[in-house]
């Protein structure tokens, strides 16, 4: 019992310490997972349009705010659908909502840029 004392005496400061501090430098786990890591990446390319993204985004009335904002920052990359180990840019497929999707897109992310490929309204 007593060696539990002490090491629940040094466990609980160490971690609130170590928590501060990570917390000063804005660490966060969240971004390790592939979903996370492809959207971050793909968020950080310049964007290029294929003419019928171009068409589908005018037709469903989606602005690049709309796109970049809400569809691809919390879309859900679909691996098993993707050819994310297609060299020397993957394809993905992201769908959004990750409940009862409403839309699809594929896309190409290159080392440069994203390519947007496809764009579908699925309800």
């Given at each position: 019992?007593?060696?539990?004392?002490?090491?629940?005496?040094?466990?609980?400061?160490?971690?609130?310490?170590?928590?501060?501090?990570?917390?000063?430098?804005?660490?966060?786990?969240?971004?390790?997972?592939?979903?996370?890591?492809?959207?971050?990446?793909?968020?950080s390319?310049?964007?290029?349009?294929?003419?019928?993204?171009?068409?589908?985004?005018?037709?469903?009335?989606?602005?690049?705010?709309?796109?970049?904002?809400?569809?691809?920052?919390?879309?859900k990359?679909?691996?098993?659908?993707?050819?994310?180990?297609?060299?020397?840019?993957?394809?993905?497929?992201?769908?959004?909502?990750?409940?009862?999707?409403?839309?699809?897109?594929?896309?190409?992310?290159?080392?440069?840029?994203?390519?947007?490929?496809?764009?579908?309204?699925?309800?």
């Amino acid at each position: 019992m007593k060696k539990l004392k002490f090491y629940l005496i040094g466990l609980v400061p160490g971690l609130l310490i170590v928590f501060f501090i990570l917390n000063k430098k804005g660490a966060s786990c969240s971004g390790y997972l592939p979903n996370s890591r492809v959207i971050a990446e793909t968020l950080s390319k310049e964007f290029k349009y294929s003419e019928s993204f171009q068409t589908e985004m005018n037709t469903l009335k989606i602005n690049e705010k709309f796109l970049k904002d809400s569809i691809i920052t919390n879309g859900k990359v679909d691996f098993e659908r993707s050819n994310a180990q297609k060299k020397p840019c993957p394809d993905y497929v992201l769908t959004y909502p990750e409940k009862n999707p409403t839309y699809e897109i594929t896309f190409e992310k290159c080392e440069e840029n994203a390519t947007l490929k496809t764009l579908k309204k699925l309800k």
